[in-house]
């Protein structure tokens, strides 16, 4: 089976203007999250979606960031405007079941590796 | 927050050799997973160990957990090349238990 797609793989950007990460996670898979990975720390959750609802936001930066799940498939992840610290990679991953996330193996997608100047 | 903080922060064996690498945390869990990351790629799931568990094996890994002293082990047996990676464990906390949080990771760098 096909593994979770993101694109694009690298951007590069400066400060203040917006970008847009794109994931499309395994068919068929209920949940979908999305990480932020700092170089050197382990992936932090972001949003957690299942279906097209979003279960938590709550480490999402609401202020800056955006994400949507359109008919509970494709996920894109938005940061408008940019700043410094968002450097990272971001990390979308999916897992096959509507339930606690922590229960169920996921599948993670390359990433997309943002540089901010 | 991370949840999870594995030790050390870096290992390098020789190929051949076992790689063991701990995992602490803070609070109660569910269920404790143990991921791969190879450099500039996505993680990989290893193993999911239940709080009811004591040791788990998949192939060459073994994963033990001790919830009285709130640690897991990982253990790599007859290591590798293609071992050299990022190893991190993600807990997923009782009454938080729809995300996982993840450790800092294990880097393993295995000689040829």
């Known amino acids: 089976e096909a593994g979770v797609a993101q694109s694009p793989r690298y951007k590069i950007i400066e400060k203040r203007q917006s970008v847009a990460f794109w994931c499309n996670p395994i068919?068929?898979?209920?949940?979908l999250y999305w990480y932020q990975q700092i170089l050197g720390q382990g992936p932090k959750l972001l949003i957690q979606?299942?279906?097209?609802?979003?279960?938590?936001d709550s480490q999402l930066p609401k202020d800056r960031f955006s994400a949507e799940r359109l008919k509970g498939v494709d996920s894109t992840l938005k940061i408008q405007p940019a700043k410094l610290e968002d450097s990272a990679v971001y990390l979308c991953?999916?897992?096959?079941?509507?339930?606690?996330?922590?229960?169920?193996?996921?599948?993670f997608g390359p990433g997309t590796r943002l540089t901010v100047l | 927050s991370q949840q999870g903080e594995e030790d050390p922060q870096a290992l390098s064996i020789q190929e051949g050799e076992n790689a063991t690498m701990n995992c602490s945390y803070k609070?109660?869990?569910?269920?404790l997973q143990w991921y791969r990351q190879n450099s500039g790629r996505g993680l990989v799931h290893l193993i999911l160990?239940?709080?009811?568990?004591r040791e788990k094996h998949s192939g060459r890994l073994r994963v033990t957990l001790d919830t009285s002293k709130k640690s897991s082990s990982l253990l790599i047996t007859a290591s590798r090349a293609a071992d050299t990676a990022s190893y991190f464990c993600?807990?997923?906390?009782?009454?938080?238990?729809?995300?996982?949080?993840f450790g800092a990771g294990t880097t393993v760098t295995v000689r040829a």
């Open positions: 991953a999916s897992s096959p079941r509507a339930v606690a996330g922590g229960r169920d193996t996921q599948y």
């Open positions: 068919s068929g898979h209920a949940t």
């Open positions: 979606f299942q279906n097209n609802g979003v279960v938590d």
């Open positions: 609070t109660s869990i569910n269920n």
């Open positions: 160990i239940r709080s009811n568990e």
């Open positions: 993600a807990t997923d906390a009782t009454g938080e238990d729809y995300k996982l949080s």
